[in-house]
């Protein structure tokens, strides 16, 4: 597992101590909402460096992103 996606399963409480069986629909919702969050940050970065770099207008990934998932 890559050591990022294991930092936030465990942030989210899919794994780890706080784990538990109850909790698991939660700790997956927020595990999911986690990596959302993540690529929506790694969209916007491209985002800028390619308006930066070409001088054209961004591509509006990460708002494509979040309204296909429905996040804020």
Do not use: W
């Not at 538990?20 to 919702?29: L, M, Q, W, Y």
């Not at 986690?34 to 790694?42: A, T």
């Not at 491209?46 to 708002?63: F, H, L, N, R």
């Amino acid at each position: 597992m890559n050591k990022r996606i294991g930092q936030l399963a465990e942030e989210s409480g899919l794994l780890g101590p706080r784990s538990r069986v109850g909790d698991a629909h939660k700790a997956a919702e927020k595990f999911a909402e986690h990596i959302i969050s993540e690529c929506i940050g790694v969209a916007e970065q491209e985002d800028t460096d390619v308006m930066m770099k070409e001088g054209y207008p961004c591509s509006q990934t990460a708002k494509k992103i979040r309204d296909h998932f429905g996040v804020k």
